[in-house]
């Protein structure tokens, strides 16, 4: 066992080595001019794959700032074509993981690669093949699956895109019919509020939201991102009942009892805390009580935080 750990160590001590090193020379290899890093050099400095050195990158450790391109006017056609060569030489199907990769490689933000490289082949889209797949979407089929069916996009990534973006030659995109969320696609946009949402910036999470679900209005998609970031902080007694019921079942597992009640799982274990103190509730006031009320009155404190810090006593 323990030359088993020792082994480990000095493997990992290596790949750190390894990665000071690898970001060191993409450091020495940048060119300001062009905005990005000639990772084919460092590669053979290192001899090394150019993937294997993309994922030994430290970014915390380079002085190289990344660039913002949200816009396709923001991008060159260099380095377009450079984007699309690289998807399609060294990845194929892109994962979520290499597009960090190659956002690495282009020293762009991973979303605006996502979104370039998606734009530039949208016109492989076809009115016939739009119809098809929004005919395989409202037969409720995921997107995986769709995209299994036509391999010619070469990637998820400019799948999505190729349909959001295609407008029929006739006019625009026909407008959603679809008028209501089913269970599964709330908490697709509920994972990606968590995964993507930043404070100040609900940007990314709409991009991908709107890949998700090309056929929803952004507007509706907005709407239904705002009401996970600015889900109502009160908590009702039938919130703090419905969690103490589930409690009983599911113990104090709030990712399990959060699912229930379509909630994150901080907020189901706030609801059980709340319901705890709820237990503690007295109808008659002792001296002390009276006197902690007259010293929020006298403060400006509101009711429900005075009514945590008496303890015994509801808003």
């Avoid at 005919?135 to 409720?140: E, I, S, Y």
């Avoid at 400019?158 to 959603?176: I, Q, R, T, V």
């Avoid at 890949?211 to 009160?234: T, Y």
């Amino acid at each position: 066992m323990e030359q088993a750990l020792v082994a480990d160590n000095a493997r990992l001590q290596k790949r750190a080595e390894l990665s000071i090193r690898v970001t060191q020379l993409a450091d020495q290899a940048y060119d300001e001019q062009r905005g990005r890093c000639d990772w084919d050099s460092v590669a053979r400095d290192m001899d090394m794959s150019l993937i294997e050195c993309l994922r030994l990158f430290d970014a915390s450790l380079s002085t190289v700032p990344v660039q913002t391109l949200p816009n396709i006017t923001d991008w060159s056609a260099d380095d377009l074509s450079t984007l699309k060569s690289l998807v399609l030489e060294q990845f194929g199907a892109v994962t979520a993981d290499e597009w960090r990769l190659v956002g690495i490689y282009m020293n762009v933000e991973q979303t605006d690669c996502f979104m370039a490289y998606g734009i530039c082949n949208h016109h492989r889209m076809t009115p016939d093949l739009y119809e098809a797949i929004t005919q395989h979407r409202n037969n409720g089929l995921k997107w995986k699956v769709i995209f299994e069916k036509y391999p010619i996009f070469g990637t998820m990534g400019s799948f999505y895109s190729a349909y959001y973006l295609f407008k029929e030659p006739s006019g625009p995109k026909p407008k959603a019919t679809r008028k209501k969320w089913s269970d599964a696609d709330t908490c697709k946009i509920k994972e990606l509020v968590q995964t993507y949402c930043k404070p100040g910036n609900m940007r990314d999470v709409l991009i991908q939201a709107q890949m998700a679900f090309p056929d929803i209005s952004q507007e509706s998609i907005l709407g239904k991102i705002k009401q996970f970031i600015f889900k109502s902080s009160n908590i009702t007694n039938a919130d703090m009942d419905r969690v103490n019921k589930l409690v009983d079942v599911y113990g104090k597992d709030w990712e399990r009892i959060g699912q229930e009640i379509d909630c994150t799982a901080r907020r189901a274990q706030r609801i059980w805390s709340r319901h705890q103190e709820r237990q503690n509730v007295t109808l008659a006031w002792t001296d002390d009580e009276l006197d902690i009320l007259r010293k929020c009155i006298r403060d400006g404190v509101g009711v429900t935080e005075a009514s945590r810090r008496i303890g015994t006593k509801t808003p």
